[in-house]
């Protein structure tokens, strides 16, 4: 893990330095006036710039990675629905094949109850009905 780190920070001192050359060349002062010097206020301006820059990447980067996570915590509520329904539904199906008339009509009604609370799929030719 603090390879990891380590990593990363040098990736984003290189490409802060990356983007602080490609401001000085394209701000190239002595295109507009030959006697002007980049000063350090101007200089250390760039170097913030730069930073401001990174960070706004490093954000971008953040937020697709938090869409992402959940994206995959909504798919795992969804399989844990599913499996519940699943035991639900197996349990339901025992009761139905049972030898007591009062036990097969509590089956009935938890199968009418199971189609009742059933998971709704978002995917697929489901998800333009929904």
């Given at each position: 893990?603090?390879?990891?780190?380590?990593i990363t920070f040098v990736a984003v001192?290189?490409?802060?330095?990356?983007?602080?050359?490609?401001?000085?060349?394209?701000?190239?002062?002595r295109l507009i006036d030959r006697t002007t010097k980049l000063d350090s206020k101007t200089l250390f301006d760039l170097v913030?710039?730069?930073?401001?820059?990174?960070?706004g990447a490093d954000a971008l980067v953040a937020l697709v990675v938090a869409?992402?996570?959940?994206?995959?915590?909504?798919?795992?509520?969804?399989r844990e629905a599913t499996r519940l329904?699943?035991?639900?539904?197996?349990?339901?199906?025992?009761?139905?094949?049972?030898?007591?008339?009062?036990?097969?009509?509590g089956g009935v009604h938890a199968r009418a109850g199971l189609a009742d609370d059933a998971p709704k799929r978002l995917t697929g030719s489901n998800a333009s009905s929904a």
């Open positions: 893990m603090e390879g990891a780190l380590a001192v290189l490409v802060a330095g990356g983007v602080f050359y490609s401001l000085v060349v394209l701000l190239d002062f913030k710039l730069s930073f401001g820059v990174v960070d869409y992402r996570r959940q994206r995959v915590d909504e798919a795992d509520a969804q329904h699943t035991e639900r539904s197996s349990q339901a199906v025992d009761k139905v094949g049972s030898d007591s008339p009062a036990v097969r009509l």
